[in-house]
């Protein structure tokens, strides 16, 4: 975080000025938790307090005696998000409900009658530069006339103890089955209003954008702020939330909550949600042995009754089963674990069904209205009867593919206005066939003092720094519609980062309508390698984010320049007309398999046409590619650390393993009760043992210090040896731009494997790095056709991968 003036203006504007106009800011207790990177909220405002300025400067602020200078950007944004969480925090007891009051209890000074008229600078301030440097609309309330000075910031904050206490007023009127039907809420509220007392202008702003949301249908109006503050409320005394498990990948899951809102929150154990699910799920919890249900899409839904033979389990249970019944296991962390046996624990008992309301769900949001119209990332509809469901697209009906308990439409590209009717209703969304392009200003960037990039010290590096091109000869293949559509909501997905868990479902729901397709997880790696996508570690926190990597180009020579960088369609659409307007035409170059994402080329007739590209494209010339080297050597104690999983070399995946003692192998290890990341420890005998925070930097440089054969290479495409071992992302894409042709998975020997498309002189390159075998017996390299061809019949060549020197002659009878 480069400071705590600029995450507040990322976090409170920024990131939700990019879908829509911000009528209210929530600073909420949580987010001060992850932005310092504590446990207790007492700790975080310690920091809060200390990243604003001396008390004396504060009161000047306040007061107006200091104003922000017209034309230059905010530094006083912190203050104001200051004061926005005193007043919607939980910390402060009820009866402290005065603005001065709070704020002098939370300084340790006196503000009673204190001038507050720089509040509306400030926020006037704030909002011009919104709008002129980020095109962000911040809706400003009219100043109160009881709150001349401080009206704003008291409406402007949501919700604070008034609209809690509103709310808690009108809870009591709504029967407890549906609390959470929007409808019934917003007929109360229409009918309540004088019940409820006095509401600041917030509340009626963000009521009207929940009402607004909830009569266009889908589930939009549960992502709008009165929503969460009124589910809030509700959750109280209701105990109604649900516990999910998630794939992550080599093996790992990830723990949430999920409050019938349906936003994800992370979870370090099962522990932390005692008090927020029904109470048979909290006695298991408290047990140590949860039932874990099957959602598909490799999530699972933690329930107390046994379906499955999945199971979410203490280690000290996991230590007393019979290992032979154990079909799978992961750790979770050194106290749960994942478990699927065999044979089932616990009696069956069917559980009880529940049907979700007609309407539309999911989807990809597009702007602040449309949604992607590529199916099966189309939003999906469900009701009472899923068989009586019909839906339209521009008059026509839609032919519909049941998911579950969901219906689908079936694949296609769809665009305007989709109408859903069941049983007399309907509900409408509007589609749009691609994503937005993103913004610079909307993207959010990577933070090395945020993030730790997966390539760990790869990061940046090329078994050569130069670029030049390699192009590989190898047969192509138009881009299918399943991985078009997941670039398409992928990209707009990560403009402002996406958790790994997230991106994970979107690619499996992409897949799920195809019945012979590749693993998700090499499908996802397939956008990381294209430079799509970066993958991260949030280094305050055990939680995997991905981020939106930056449109750039790599020249080479005067005439061609190769762009890097996502490029949905929107994308290359806007850089073909730049490219012909600068003299020059747009190459399209896919990849070795529907499933490869394809690669682009501007070629120019000479370097003023290439400037000129570069210019009207706007984008930068990435700075060149670091030296790679094979491994760093990292030979820390892991003090404190315990461990929780082993790999198993034949999958690829980390089973759960509890070991004192560590033996050969690669281990995780985790640091209990911390916010520390996994650390992976490679341990071969005769060297010293080496730590690692990405697993697959992990697993390269454990299968290399084992000193195995990494990868074979077959004239065309080089493949792993070992399971779920890859190339680090950076080394990926410096092959990419020589070969022009991105990896990803393909399925050339009956078998679906991941493939890096290469010629022979870039995996020299890689194989002065890393030991590749050769497989000449089943494709002919480049030096294989040199001294194959009869005009070469009687020279000689040097092959530095086969490490001598080659004769036409010998390779004639080879080839015989």
């Not at 509340?203 to 949301?213: G, V």
Request: hydrophobic share 40%; charged share 25%.
């Amino acid at each position: 975080m480069a400071s705590f003036e600029e995450e507040c203006i990322e976090r409170y504007f920024l990131a939700p000025g990019s879908s829509g106009p911000i009528g209210s800011v929530y600073v909420a207790d949580d987010d001060l938790l992850e932005i310092f990177g504590v446990a207790d909220l007492t700790t975080a405002r310690e920091r809060l307090l200390k990243n604003l300025p001396h008390i004396l400067i504060l009161r000047q602020w306040l007061s107006g005696e200091i104003r922000p200078t017209r034309g230059k950007a905010p530094n006083y944004v912190r203050m104001l998000a200051f004061l926005c969480w005193m007043q919607t925090t939980e910390m402060p007891e009820r009866r402290d409900r005065d603005f001065r009051e709070l704020l002098g209890k939370q300084l340790g000074a006196n503000f009673t009658g204190a001038n507050m008229s720089g509040l509306n600078h400030m926020w006037e301030h704030l909002r011009d530069f919104l709008a002129r440097e980020h095109g962000v609309v911040l809706v400003l309330p009219d100043i109160h006339p009881n709150f001349t000075r401080i009206g704003r910031t008291l409406q402007l904050a949501f919700p604070t103890w008034r609209d809690r206490s509103a709310l808690r007023k009108l809870k009591k009127f709504i029967p407890e089955a549906i609390l959470l039907d929007p409808l019934m809420v917003s007929n109360s509220i229409r009918t309540t209003r004088r019940i409820l007392g006095d509401t600041m202008q917030s509340f009626e702003y963000n009521f009207d954008e929940f009402d607004e949301a909830r009569k266009r249908g889908s589930r939009e109006y549960e992502e709008t702020q009165f929503w969460r503050a009124w589910y809030a409320v509700v959750a109280e005394e209701i105990a109604i939330e649900e516990i999910e498990v998630v794939e992550s990948d080599f093996g790992g899951y990830e723990l949430f909550r999920v409050p019938p809102v349906g936003e994800r929150v992370s979870l370090a154990s099962p522990e932390e949600a005692l008090k927020l699910v029904p109470k048979p799920l909290a006695k298991l919890i408290s047990k140590g042995l949860v039932f874990l249900d099957s959602l598909g899409f490799g999530r699972y839904r933690a329930q107390a009754v046994a379906e499955t033979g999945t199971f979410l389990m203490r280690v000290s249970k996991f230590s007393q089963c019979d290992p032979t019944s154990i079909r799978s296991s992961a750790a979770i962390n050194s106290s749960w674990v994942v478990a699927t046996f065999r044979g089932k624990l616990g009696e069956r008992t069917p559980p009880a069904s529940s049907k979700r309301e007609f309407g539309w769900h999911d989807g990809i949001r597009i702007g602040s209205a449309a949604y992607l119209g590529r199916s099966p990332l189309t939003p999906s509809i469900t009701g009472p009867l899923p068989e009586a469901i019909q839906v339209e697209a521009e008059g026509k009906p839609v032919s519909l593919v049941r998911v579950g308990d969901e219906m689908v439409l079936a694949p296609g590209i769809y665009s305007g206005t989709v109408v859903a009717r069941s049983l007399g209703a309907s509900q409408e969304v509007l589609m749009v066939p691609r994503a937005n392009e993103v913004s610079e200003i909307r993207r959010q960037a990577f933070d090395p003092a945020r993030y730790l990039p997966e390539d760990e010290f790869h990061y940046g590096t090329a078994p050569t720094t130069g670029i030049e091109f390699d192009i590989w000869s190898g047969e192509r293949f138009d881009p299918g519609h399943e991985i078009v559509a997941m670039g398409e909501g992928l990209y707009e997905r990560t403009a402002r980062g996406l958790p790994f868990s997230e991106a994970v479902d979107i690619v499996r729901k992409a897949i799920a309508l195809t019945e012979d397709h590749p693993s998700e997880w090499d499908v996802l790696r397939s956008f990381f390698d294209a430079g799509w996508i970066e993958p991260t570690f949030l280094r305050h926190f055990p939680a995997r984010r991905l981020l939106q990597t930056e449109l750039g180009a790599r020249s080479v020579g005067g005439d061609a320049v190769i762009i890097c960088g996502p490029t949905p369609l929107a994308v290359v659409d806007r850089l073909s007309v730049a490219a012909r307007t600068a003299g020059g035409t747009l190459e399209t170059w896919n990849g070795a398999s529907p499933w490869v994402l394809p690669r682009y080329v501007v070629r120019v007739p000479d370097d003023q046409s290439r400037r000129e590209f570069l210019r009207r494209a706007e984008i930068r010339e990435l700075p060149p590619s670091g030296q790679a080297v094979a491994d760093i050597a990292d030979h820390g104690d892991p003090h404190g650390f315990q461990v929780v999983g082993k790999l198993k070399a034949d999958r690829g995946f980390f089973n759960a393993c509890f070991e004192d003692k560590m033996a050969d192998g690669l281990y995780r290890l985790e640091r209990p009760g911390s916010n520390s990341l996994f650390v992976h420890r490679s341990i071969v005998p005769g060297k010293r043992d080496q730590n690692y925070t990405s697993p697959s930097v992990a697993l390269l440089s454990h299968h290399l210090r084992l000193g195995s054969v990494l990868f074979a290479y077959d004239g065309f495409v080089m493949t792993s040896c070992a399971a779920r071992m890859m190339l680090p992302s950076s080394w990926a894409r410096w092959a990419s731009d020589r070969a022009l042709c991105n990896p990803g998975p393909g399925k050339g020997s009956g078998a679906w494997k991941y493939e890096y498309p290469a010629e022979d002189r870039t995996i020299e390159e890689i194989a002065s790095l890393l030991p590749i075998r050769l497989q000449r017996d089943t494709a002919l390299g480049w030096r294989d056709r040199f001294v194959l061809s009869a005009s070469n019949r009687d020279r000689k060549i040097y092959d530095s991968l086969y490490r001598g020197i080659r004769m036409a002659a010998a390779m004639h009878r080879k080839s015989k």
